[in-house]
């Protein structure tokens, strides 16, 4: 009997990292998917969570 292993492959963008947080970012300067506002001193912050959990 022949045993047949799974194909995987793997693949890499090394620019994923860079290209998400940039759009993420076009998003929150549009205000858009925030789903965060932080207030310092009357100053409005819009953040998307998911940004301020990995911190």
Known sequence: M???S???QNLMD???PHTVLSKLNEQRSQGL???VT???????F???KNILAAC
């Open 14 to 16: 090394s620019a994923h």
């Open 2 to 4: 022949t045993v047949v």
């Open 6 to 8: 799974p194909c995987t």
């Open 33 to 35: 998917f925030c789903d």
């Open 38 to 44: 932080i207030v310092v001193e009357d100053v409005k």
């Open 46 to 48: 819009r953040a998307h």
